[in-house]
């Protein structure tokens, strides 16, 4: 799986659009981008993925270049319930099943600011 | 409501004793797999099951054993071979219908080792 490079912390201020980068230069072409969230001593939540196309759900937008080597995700308005650790991932899709668990990185300590 | 339920959610042993960690499911998912995190770092995976009786290490294994009888439940022991057992343990399952299935996690359960 390709690795993913977040900055370890962001601040943003609440009702504030937040928005977070990640690096995934050595992406192939049949790797998906998964982001999830971890509030402190809960389990990670998914929020989102893609493949090639921006996506948008009730969570949050997924912006991948044209390259698909970075990624964004944006919270549009950011609330304290969303300060949280934001992983980035990229992981092949294998069809059928087969899957074998996401890695995840340190990602990014987000807080939002009242 | 469907989802991981880990039990309980702090545990604690003496150096020797091996202990159980409970993970149970009612999402109807055929995936599941066991994390663990240490403070500070993300999650590494010790082990995974894409279906009843059969299972697979992950990246840290060792001193750790399973069992999957059930579709529903994927108890972890954490036997006296680990050495550094003291961390945070996450269980997650997944529907194997489609190649991009997300990851589902439990609240975790914080085992501490004297």
């Known amino acids: 799986d390709a690795k993913t490079t977040q900055p370890p912390s962001m601040d943003c201020a609440e009702g504030r659009a937040a928005n977070l980068p990640c690096n995934h230069s050595t992406i192939s072409g049949n790797e998906y981008v998964y982001w999830y969230r971890q509030i402190h001593s809960q389990g990670p939540q998914y929020i989102i993925h893609?493949?090639?196309n921006n996506e948008t759900n009730e969570m949050a937008s997924l912006i991948i270049t044209e390259d698909r080597k970075s990624s964004t995700l944006i919270l549009p308005h950011a609330t304290l319930r969303d300060t949280a650790v934001y992983y980035c991932i990229v992981r092949v899709a294998i069809s059928g099943g087969g899957a074998d668990g996401l890695t995840f990185g340190k990602g990014t300590h987000l807080i939002i600011q009242p | 409501d469907g989802g991981i339920t880990q039990s309980p959610k702090y545990l604690f042993r003496k150096e020797g004793q091996n202990v159980t960690l409970s993970c149970e499911q009612n999402?109807?998912?055929?995936?599941m797999y066991w994390y663990r995190q240490d403070p500070g770092q993300g999650l590494r995976l010790i082990y995974y099951s894409q279906i009843v009786n059969d299972f697979q290490k992950g990246d840290i294994a060792e001193g750790y054993s399973v069992s999957r009888e059930k579709k529903e439940s994927f108890p972890l022991t954490v036997t006296s071979a680990q050495k550094n057992p003291t961390a945070f343990y996450l269980c997650a399952s997944s529907s194997q219908l489609r190649e991009y299935s997300p990851l589902h996690f439990g609240n975790g359960t914080r085992l501490t080792v004297t």
């Open positions: 893609g493949l090639k």
């Open positions: 999402l109807n998912h055929d995936a």
